[in-house]
């Protein structure tokens, strides 16, 4: 048990080619249960589709043990957001085949699984060298992503859902788009107390999202790389010195400083 336990230790943090190989297929993996939780969201449950998401919990669920076995911090893991956020969507993919009822609300459990997006971008913070280099934009970008996707799964159920269909879904995030973007064409409106305080919620924190995003995409980029001196974690792509205290910094590039 104990060379099982450092085989998979070493697959989720090790510097071997191996362990690198395995973890871009854990991150391909995620993306493609992300992309297949939005397209599915609207479609009718069929049993090669109970049967797929079966499997897919299983999978997901297979990580998430995998992950909770070689923490070195229990309680932190288990606090993490993406790891409640697995925790949930695990049990929405198993549990479906014994409920009769109420797929709608599974669906939105599912788009959950758009918060493992930020599991994913740590592991490209270790693997990617132009991840670090353009974080502040990249992580900008998917938090304005899952905000919209995970928000337009509970607008799908709460005002859609009767309507059904690809149809009902794509009215969902036509809304929520329109909402957060504050263009309000006034063809698609909530008309209940809740709804309307929905639509508050989704224009603060959408126009929020959006300068974010803007800013980071046009102030000057940074890599993230801590001083050892005084620090700092954020620097020009191609310091040599931290520009608070003067200590070397010794910043991995590719030899492309830019211009």
């Known amino acids: 048990m104990e060379a099982l336990h450092r085989t998979v230790r070493l697959l989720y943090t090790g510097q071997s080619q191996r362990a690198r190989r395995f973890r871009y297929?854990?991150?391909?993996?995620?993306?493609?249960?992300?992309?297949?939780?939005?397209?599915?969201?609207?479609?009718?449950?069929?049993?090669?589709m109970t049967a797929l998401n079966t499997g897919l919990g299983l999978?997901?669920?297979?990580?998430?043990?995998?992950?909770l076995w070689i923490s070195e911090n229990l309680r932190r893991e288990l606090t993490r957001i993406y790891t409640l956020?697995?925790?949930?969507?695990?049990?929405?993919?198993?549990?479906?085949?014994?409920?009769?009822?109420?797929?709608?609300?599974?669906?939105?459990?599912?788009?959950?699984r758009l918060i493992h997006a930020y599991s994913v971008l740590r592991d490209l913070r270790r693997e990617s060298l132009f991840?670090?280099?353009?974080?502040?934009?990249?992580?900008?970008?998917?938090?304005?992503?899952?905000?919209?996707?995970?928000?337009?799964?509970?607008?799908?159920?709460?005002?859609?859902?009767?309507?059904?269909?690809?149809?009902?879904?794509?009215?969902?995030?036509?809304?929520?788009?329109?909402?957060?973007?504050?263009?309000?064409f006034g063809d698609i409106t909530m008309t209940t107390t809740g709804g309307k305080l929905l639509s508050v919620f989704i224009m603060v924190v959408g126009v929020a999202l959006f300068v974010q995003l803007a800013?980071?995409?046009?102030?000057?980029?940074?890599?993230k790389h801590?001083?050892?001196?005084?620090?700092?974690?954020?620097?020009?792509?191609?310091?040599?010195?931290?520009?608070?205290?003067?200590?070397?910094?010794n910043i991995e590039t590719e030899g492309d400083i830019g211009t």
């Open 85 to 112: 956020a697995d925790l949930v969507v695990v049990l929405s993919l198993l549990l479906a085949p014994l409920i009769t009822e109420n797929f709608a609300f599974l669906r939105v459990l599912r788009g959950l």
């Open 131 to 184: 991840f670090r280099r353009h974080e502040d934009a990249i992580l900008a970008a998917v938090n304005l992503f899952v905000f919209i996707f995970v928000i337009t799964s509970f607008v799908f159920v709460l005002a859609f859902d009767e309507e059904g269909g690809v149809a009902g879904y794509v009215d969902a995030l036509y809304f929520t788009v329109a909402t957060l973007t504050t263009t309000g």
């Open 59 to 67: 999978l997901i669920l297979l990580d998430l043990v995998a992950r």
């Open 215 to 223: 800013r980071a995409i046009f102030q000057p980029s940074k890599i």
């Open 226 to 249: 801590k001083c050892s001196e005084c620090g700092l974690n954020r620097h020009e792509p191609d310091a040599v010195h931290c520009k608070h205290c003067g200590e070397l910094l």
């Open 25 to 48: 297929g854990l991150i391909v993996f995620d993306a493609v249960t992300i992309v297949y939780f939005i397209a599915t969201a609207a479609l009718p449950t069929t049993p090669v």
